[in-house]
């Protein structure tokens, strides 16, 4: 068992606050938060709050981020370390786990959670976090990691994914339940990653969709619960044994819970507003509910129903509150009197959330915890066989001896790690190594990438393979070979120098540099200086040799531009240009042969 430990935080007081000339009511000091009522004229002796007024809560944690000058001072930094790194471990170990913030609009979750360009909050720093592990963890153990991540949102009730493929664009998906991992959102697309400059990507993609709206309390107030969720895989051998875990981490910045009259909203805003409180009301009962049932030891727990079904927040939270998780809930507020009776609120729900206590379980694979069940048994029937035991156990199927039972299942365990150690070599090769991501879409495959790369576009008609070439960041060096040290893509054709040319990555510009006396043209046009490629343009190198190059995140802009009508495309090529950054290949034979290996074509997927 393991209580969902709280942490609150204040920020400081917004321009909208001092504008009203709003006093501070906010004190922190160790882990207390006190709050100075305003129904009556207070008095601040010595800058300390006292008297009976003051109403003074203890939670995990008290944050205080009202000055950035003050000694006290909590940055977003302190933040990730005291909060953030737990996040990690349980990752590492195989626990799920759940950060939530809540509080009142404008109080400071999105800040808390995401942060600003340069100041970022906690998400992005877990991302990075992970990442920097999995090297530490990849130079001492043999470890494996699969990391994927998909972002969605409820908004007005309903669920929409803020990474969409173009199946669930638009769409409204639905929220189902697995028998054993309990609710989930249906058809909700998981992006696999392999660095943090992807998954900064993915997060900017999502949080740009992300419904927002000016309201009298915040300029960009986000308007639905933002769900952010990584499902992150280790698998290594301890010892001869195989030991894969699988973690679940949800990051979630709820939407604020406010007044209408504080936030002068109407029409839709007062809709949105409606829907938001009536998720955190439920919210609200959830956490009551369970931090009952917690101070009564259980005893409550038949009369007790926790309405998790009420709204599709509670719904999806299910294992976060009260289940398999360590969770940990922020609840941010606002440092001015003008806002007294909400950060009130906000103090009495965290503290209450302090007693809801959760049950976290390290997930094992399916398959791993067979393979040490039948390892424990071996060992118990070599104990029994050393033991001089050749009697059949009861368990034993009638007839079959200690030792027969002991080969079958040594064969067995053999077998079953065998098929795990390839099914793991097989995504690392397929799909971690190469950071292409290869998915299914109608009779078609669609390879995405997230980095630059080139496609070689061959004009042999006998060629079948598809060849790809990252271009990372940094230099990729192209030729037709020989060189010490070797090209990094090595190329025959005509007119192909040994060293042709480089592809300079910086920072996602890609730049074609020519080197002397090289042939290379960019869409038709000959380049003898360095050129900055975009999206879509085809490349000729030396006589024939054709490539064509995407910019997955430079496609992705133009397709927001696109939908914001300020990229008109000026010809049909133009319009290709955004829409060829995922490369499609359709195979009309996997129609007729379902059960064919769907990327058992011969592509060939080179890395530089
Ligand atoms: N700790 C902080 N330090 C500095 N600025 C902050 C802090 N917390 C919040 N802010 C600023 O206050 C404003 C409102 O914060 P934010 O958007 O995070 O609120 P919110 O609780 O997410 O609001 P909503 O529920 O309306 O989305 C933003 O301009 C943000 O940059």
């Known amino acids: 068992m393991a209580s969902v430990r709280v942490a609150v935080r204040v920020r400081p007081l917004s321009q909208r606050e001092k504008d009203l000339s709003a006093k501070v009511i906010i004190q922190v000091d160790g882990q207390i938060t006190s709050v100075l009522s305003t129904k009556e004229n207070f008095s601040c002796m010595n800058g300390e709050l006292s008297g009976e007024r003051v109403k003074s809560f203890s939670y995990d944690f008290s944050y205080d981020s009202m000055n950035s000058t003050s000694l006290n001072f909590v940055t977003q930094e302190k933040i990730f370390k005291d909060l953030g790194t737990d996040v990690l471990q349980a990752a590492f170990e195989g626990y799920n786990a759940c950060v939530f913030a809540y509080g009142q609009t404008g109080s400071g979750k999105t800040y808390t959670m995401m942060g600003n360009p340069g100041d970022y909050g906690l998400i992005p720093r877990i991302c990075e976090g992970l990442f920097h592990h999995i090297g530490g963890v990849l130079q001492k153990d043999k470890a494996s990691f699969h990391m994927e991540v998909s972002y969605f949102e409820i908004y007005n009730e309903r669920v929409r994914d803020l990474l969409p493929s173009t199946e669930t664009q638009g769409c409204e998906l639905r929220v189902r339940e697995h028998p054993k991992d309990g609710p989930y959102v249906d058809a909700l697309s998981r992006h696999q990653v392999q660095s943090y400059t992807e998954v900064g990507q993915l997060m900017q993609e999502g949080n740009k969709r992300r419904a927002t709206a000016n309201t009298g309390m915040n300029n960009v107030s986000s308007r639905s619960h933002a769900i952010f969720t990584i499902r992150f895989i280790k698998a290594m051998f301890d010892g001869e044994l195989p030991s894969e875990t699988v ?23 007062l809709k949105e507003g409606a829907n938001i409180n009536r998720s955190l009301v439920t919210l609200g009962i959830v ?5 009952d049932l917690s101070v009564s030891g259980g005893i409550k727990r038949k009369q007790s129903f926790v309405p998790y079904r009420d709204s599709v927040l509670t719904w999806l939270l299910k294992d976060s509150l009260g289940g398999n998780s360590k969770t940990i809930m922020i609840a941010t507020i606002s440092p001015a009197d003008v806002n007294y009776s909400e950060t009130l609120n906000t103090l009495r729900y965290a503290s209450r959330a302090k007693n809801i206590l959760n049950k976290p379980t ?23 066989l050393s033991a001089g035991n050749q009697m059949p156990s009861f368990e034993q199927p009638s007839g079959s001896s200690v030792e027969e039972r002991l080969h079958q299942d040594e064969a067995r365990v053999q077998e079953l790690t065998k098929q795990w150690a390839s099914r793991w070599k097989e995504i690392q090769t397929i799909l971690g190594e190469d950071a292409v991501a290869l998915r299914k879409e109608g009779i078609g495959v669609v390879l995405d990438s997230q980095i630059p ?25 192209v030729g037709a070979g020989g060189t010490k040290p070797e090209q990094d893509i090595v190329l025959h054709g005509e007119a192909l120098q040994r060293e042709h040319c ?27 200086q360095p050129y900055l490629l975009s999206q879509g343009v085809n490349i000729q190198l030396g006589k024939a040799t054709m490539f064509h190059f995407n910019h997955p995140q430079e496609a992705a802009q133009l397709r927001e531009k696109r939908k914001s009508g300020l990229f008109v495309p000026s010809n049909s090529a133009a319009f290709s240009v955004e829409t060829f950054s995922d490369f499609r290949l359709w195979m009309p034979f996997l129609q007729k042969h379902k059960n064919r290996n769907p990327v058992g074509f011969d592509a060939l997927i080179k890395h530089s």
Do not use: W
């Open 362 to 384: 390290v997930n094992e694979d399916s398959n791993v915890k067979i393979i040490r069940e039948l390892q424990a048994e071996i060992a118990r029937l070599k104990a029994l």
């Open 502 to 528: 480089v592809f300079e990555n910086q920072r996602g510009a890609v730049t074609l540099v020519p080197l002397p006396g090289a042939r290379c043209a960019v869409s038709g046009m000959e380049v003898t």
């Open 287 to 291: 956490i009551s509910t369970l931090a």
């Open 453 to 477: 790369y080139l496609i070689r576009i061959d004009e042999d008609l006998l060629s079948t393979g598809v060849v790809l070439y990252h271009l990372k960041e940094g230099i990729t060096s």
């Open 247 to 269: 973690s679940k981490v949800h990051l979630v910045d709820l939407a604020g819970s406010e007044r209408a009259d504080a936030t002068q909203t109407t029409g839709i805003r």
